[in-house]
């Protein structure tokens, strides 16, 4: 059993004040499998009311209005999850293994998982870059699963913002280089392909030296992290990171699940003005043995210090509505 203290900061600058900001979240770690959310906090400057709601796969959304002027948009999480060990996984399953996927598929609710998506959809590069893979129904589902995620690995180099957020999977194909979220949604395109039902799953990935294998961990530890979750026979959901060519394990720290980036994004929403934004996020996973104390507060880095400032005063009436500009940040 392992235990994970997580603090997600995010920040955004505008060039000038925004009379109105809208928001949702989705930063809060799921409870089930083998993990459990003991604590979960959200702290946001301006202050403002917080709201909560759970939405059809499971995931915690919080969700705000922030409707006076700022200058700048500051949002904290903070949790602790317990992990449990996850079973091993086989390195095959039995050779009927095909027919029973088929008929789980069949008699389940999986098209959500199925079908095309937002942001992974097979398109003619995706189909070519199959054909180079050799992704196809041979072997048993696990195996040919396993090798797909091992073969994205060796396919793509990790290059931090070498793409964008609601960039297409054909640039990462096509330049053989994307951040986690490019590997996740190409191999989700793929695995339905085959009519394995895959998932995107959007969280955090937990990094020291001491437990990572040689090679594994190019994804950025001070980042979010994004990862796929495969249905198999006899196995259920089994997660496969393909950044890393890994199997998902307790490590991996899930806050949400849907079918693709454009179903989890750790932050979404609105503004009303005419400016530009800057947005910074950083990311702190630490580990533990034994349960910290529940009430205990989290260090805050030294270099975070300076972006969380007090909570300001009332602020002037909103002024009149200009433009609606979308706010994301992209996982790496």
């Known amino acids: 059993m392992k235990f994970y203290s997580v603090r997600h900061l995010t920040k955004f600058i505008y060039q000038s004040p925004v009379s109105e900001s809208v928001m949702e979240t989705r930063m ?10 003991l604590t979960f906090s959200l702290s946001v400057s301006p202050r403002c009311r917080v709201f909560s709601y759970r939405d059809h796969l499971g995931n915690q959304v919080q969700h705000f209005n922030i409707p006076g002027e700022h200058s700048q ?35 389940g609710d999986y098209w959500e998982m199925l079908l095309p ?35 994205l690995y060796e396919y793509f180099n990790y290059v931090p913002r070498s793409t964008r957020v609601d960039s297409p999977i054909d640039e990462a194909i096509n330049s053989r280089e994307g951040v986690c979220q490019d590997f996740a949604h190409t191999m989700i395109a793929l695995v339905r392909t085959l009519g394995i039902p895959c998932r995107y799953v959007s969280g955090y990935l937990h990094q020291n030296a001491s437990d990572i294998a040689p090679g594994h961990d190019r994804s950025l ?11 198999l026979p ?39 003005g005419r400016t530009a934004s800057e947005l910074y996020v950083a990311v702190q ?31 002037p009436q909103a002024s009149p509505l200009l433009e609606i500009q979308q706010m994301q940040q992209q996982q790496q």
């Open 28 to 37: 809060h770690p799921r409870s089930d499998s083998n993990q459990r959310c």
């Open 234 to 272: 006899h196995l259920g959901w089994v997660g496969f990171d393909p950044t890393n060519n890994l199997l998902a394990h307790e490590r991996h720290i899930r806050t949400a699940l849907g079918r693709d980036y454009a179903d989890v994004p750790p932050t979404h929403g609105v503004y009303r």
């Open 221 to 231: 530890p001070d980042a979010t992290h994004a990862w796929v979750e495969a249905f």
């Open 117 to 151: 998506s937002e942001f992974a959809a097979p398109t003619d590069a995706l189909q070519k870059l199959a054909r180079t893979l050799d992704v196809c129904r041979r072997d048993d589902p696990l195996m040919v699963v396993r090798d797909i995620n091992t073969r």
């Open 285 to 315: 996973v630490d580990a533990f043995d034994e349960p910290p104390a529940l009430d205990r507060e989290m260090p805050i880095p030294h270099d975070w210090s300076i972006m969380v400032e007090k909570a300001q005063e009332p602020p």
């Open 73 to 107: 948009l500051v949002i904290i999480a903070e949790s602790l999850v317990e992990q449990q060990q996850l079973a091993l996984v086989p390195h095959f399953l039995a050779p009927d293994a095909w027919q029973e996927l088929d008929t789980l598929v069949s008699v």
